[in-house]
């Protein structure tokens, strides 16, 4: 799977490699008043212990700003300011030491005031990341203009989406890419290549077309994602569509699962995109069975009373959790310890091959009892 990785130039974000074949990083973003330095630093202490290694907050106004310089000195993962529409935000957020800056080609426009951020970010070893979004292209006409458009006339919505497109149209996904081409022809005019890029929309076709033709294009990483991809449980879906494809072939460097609830969440599904995919193995991989009528035991309460406790181990182990003793060990024989639980007792299994057999009170204690036996894998 690794063989199949997109070259890409590595970008170095506060420590944390991105790209130039690192292993794939999880990012998440914030969800607090960033001005609210207790509340925000809060949220990323827990979000670190999460296994969150990346982390971005959005700064809309110039005490949002000041106060990342507080927050970063805070926390102990890179912290990345989210920059819309006021360059004068991301100079004061490279003073403050920031790890990264996330500028918008869609609604900072202005070439004079991007060559400054892009100055002081020389100046400072801040790599920067152009964060392309459907919701905030520029107008159709105008990426690099500033004047004689308005945002409620700007023609992007009638552009056709990927999988509507006409021969000879010109599509969202024609304005996605020259949009980002715009503002990296920028930054490369003034020798930087400290550059990270996301080509995000919440239509999962158009942000697939997307990445894949920038990809062919430009050496740099590309942060992977679904905008506003929605709640948990859908949100979630779209994403690992989206990402899955993407990252099946090999596209994507650093990812964010975009959720509307907590944050630890997008973290969560982040790295199981990435473990389903043989991509990461940070934690616990979990097998389990849907359950069925052979099941004599409540084989949805087992399956998540075992994943809890798995997410209290740090062991990078594949556990399966069965309510067959039939079926169980030979179904999940891949798993390095599994369960399989039915009249009163439980049998646990070592790759499909049964190790101990324990009354159905003991079971959750020697599973986990066989979890930290089982060696991590260098």
């Known amino acids: 799977m ?13 420590g944390v490699k991105v790209g130039g074949g690192a292993d794939i990083t999880v990012q998440s973003m914030t969800k ?22 990346i982390i971005r907050s959005a700064v809309p106004d110039m ?27 991301a100079l004061e957020c490279a003073s403050g030491g920031v790890d990264c800056l996330r500028l918008n080609p869609g609604n900072l426009r202005d070439e004079g ?8 970010s020389k100046e400072r070893g801040i790599p920067i990341r152009i964060g392309v979004n459907f919701g905030s292209l520029p107008p159709v006409g105008g990426i690099g203009r500033t004047r004689g458009f308005s945002r409620h006339m ?3 919505n009638k552009l056709p989406k990927e999988g509507e497109v006409q021969e000879g149209d010109y599509s969202v996904v024609d304005h996605m890419v020259a949009t980002a081409l715009w503002e990296i ?17 919440f239509d999962v076709p158009t942000t697939v077309e997307a990445y894949r033709r920038l990809a062919t294009m430009v050496p740099y990483p590309l942060h992977l994602g679904i905008t506003e991809a929605g709640t948990k449980e859908a949100g979630s879906i779209r994403t690992a569509v989206g990402l899955g494809v993407l990252l099946y072939e090999g596209i994507g ?15 969560g599904a982040g790295y199981e995109i990435l473990k389903s995919l043989n991509l990461r193995q940070k934690g616990a991989v979990l097998v389990a069975c849907p359950s069925c009528g052979r099941a004599d035991v409540d084989v949805v309460k087992l399956a998540n009373d075992v994943d809890a406790l798995l997410k209290k181990s740090n062991k990078e182990v594949k556990v399966a959790v069965m309510g067959c003793e039939v079926n169980g060990p030979g179904e999940a024989k891949d798993a390095d310890v599994g369960i399989a639980a039915g009249n009163g007792r439980a049998i646990i299994f070592r790759k499909g091959e049964k190790v101990r057999v324990v009354p159905e009170a003991d079971m959750l204690t020697a599973l986990m009892e066989e979890v930290e036996m089982t060696p991590t894998e260098a």
């Not at 990785?5 to 506060?14: H, I, Q």
């Not at 005031?113 to 002081?120: T, Y």
């Not at 460097?253 to 973290?267: H, Y």
Request: charged share 30%.
């Open 2 to 14: 690794n063989d199949k990785r997109r070259p890409t130039k590595s970008v170095n974000v506060g």
């Open 32 to 53: 607090t008043d960033t001005r609210d330095v207790k509340a925000t630093v809060r949220q990323i202490h827990a979000l670190e212990e999460a296994g969150c290694e």
């Open 185 to 201: 022809s920028l930054l490369e005019e003034q020798d930087f290549d400290d550059i990270k890029i996301s080509m995000k929309a």
């Open 63 to 89: 005490e949002a700003a000041k106060a990342m310089a507080e927050i970063k000195k805070q926390i102990h993962i890179p912290l990345i300011a989210d920059i819309h529409f006021h360059y004068q935000l």
């Open 154 to 156: 700007d023609l992007v």
């Open 113 to 120: 005031q991007v060559l400054q951020v892009i100055q002081a």
């Open 253 to 267: 460097d650093t990812i964010r699962v975009s959720l509307a609830g907590d944050s630890i969440d997008e973290v």
